[in-house]
C-alpha cells in the first residue's frame, strides 16, 4: 500500500529566510503524480505545486519549487524568500490514477511558521 | 464562478442522529470527492465520484453513504452520527484526476458529534 511520511510535524523560520519541506512516499508504481498542499488558519486547501512522476525536470512555481528524487521516493518542497502569508499548514500528496480506480493519500502536514 | 461550495459550516449532532453534508461545484467537474480532516493526520478518503451516477469508495467509507445525480451535486450522508465522526469535511472536484489536474475544495464542514 502507499503511503507518505512527513517527518516535520512542524518548523518556524525567520521572513526572507529559505526553508525545506520534506516528503518521502513509498510505491511500487511507476507513474503517479505528487501533490503540495497549502492550508492556512482560513482552512481553505490551495494547491502549491504539482509534479508528474514521469518528468525528471523539477517543477517551479514562483518561489516554491520541489526537488523530486523519484530513486529515493522522495519529494521535498522549497520556499525561498518566505513571507509572513506563507505561514500554515503544508500538507503532501500522492496520487495514483488507473481505469476508474482512483487512490490519494495524504501525508500528516508539516506546520509552517514564518516568524517577522 | 463560485467554485465548491459547501454548506453547512458548522453542525453540532447527538449521537445516532443523521444528517447530510452538502457539497455543490458550478465547474462542470467529473470528478468530486469527500475527505475528512483530523488532526494530527491527513485528509482521508471517504467517498469519489467519477461522474454522475457513479459512485465509489475511499479509504474511510464506514457510516457515509453518497450518491451523484447531477454533475453539480455530490452530498454526504451520515446515517447514525457517532461520536468518531466529529472532524472536518472537506469536499473537492476536479476535471479529470487522470490528467492531475488541480483539486479544488470547498471551505470545509466542521462537525461535532456529542
Known amino acids: 500500500a502507499q503511503t507518505v511520511t512527513q517527518s516535520q510535524p512542524e518548523m518556524s523560520v525567520q521572513e526572507a529566510e529559505t526553508v525545506t519541506l520534506s516528503c518521502t512516499y513509498d510505491?511500487?508504481?511507476?507513474?503517479?503524480?505528487l501533490f503540495w498542499y497549502k492550508q492556512p488558519p482560513s482552512r481553505q486547501m490551495i494547491l502549491v505545486i504539482r509534479?508528474?512522476?514521469?518528468k525528471q525536470q523539477n517543477a517551479t512555481e514562483n518561489r516554491f519549487s520541489v526537488n523530486f528524487q523519484k530513486a529515493a521516493k522522495s519529494f521535498s518542497l522549497k520556499i525561498s524568500d518566505s513571507q509572513l502569508g506563507d505561514t500554515a499548514m503544508y500538507f503532501c500528496?500522492?496520487?495514483?490514477?488507473?481505469?476508474?480506480?482512483?487512490?490519494?493519500?495524504w501525508g500528516a502536514g508539516t506546520k509552517l511558521i514564518i516568524k517577522p | 464562478n463560485a467554485g465548491v461550495t459547501q454548506t453547512p459550516k458548522f453542525q453540532v449532532l447527538k449521537t445516532g442522529q443523521s444528517m447530510t453534508l452538502q457539497c455543490a461545484q458550478d465547474m462542470n467537474h467529473e470528478y468530486m470527492s469527500w475527505y475528512r480532516q483530523d488532526p494530527g493526520m491527513g485528509l482521508r478518503l471517504i467517498h469519489y465520484?467519477?461522474?454522475?451516477?457513479?459512485?465509489d469508495q475511499g479509504e474511510v467509507p464506514n457510516g457515509y453513504n453518497v450518491s451523484r445525480s447531477t454533475t453539480e451535486d455530490f452530498p454526504l450522508r451520515l446515517l447514525s452520527a457517532a461520536p468518531s465522526q466529529t472532524s472536518v469535511y472537506f469536499c473537492?472536484?476536479?476535471?479529470?484526476?487522470?490528467?492531475?489536474?488541480?483539486?479544488?475544495f470547498g471551505p470545509g464542514t466542521r462537525l461535532t458529534v456529542t
Open positions: 510505491t511500487s508504481e511507476n507513474n503517479y503524480y
Open positions: 465520484s467519477v461522474g454522475a451516477g457513479i459512485t
Open positions: 473537492a472536484s476536479s476535471y479529470s484526476p487522470a490528467d492531475s489536474y488541480e483539486q479544488y
Open positions: 500528496a500522492f496520487m495514483k490514477f488507473e481505469d476508474s480506480n482512483y487512490q490519494l493519500i
Open positions: 509534479q508528474e512522476a514521469y
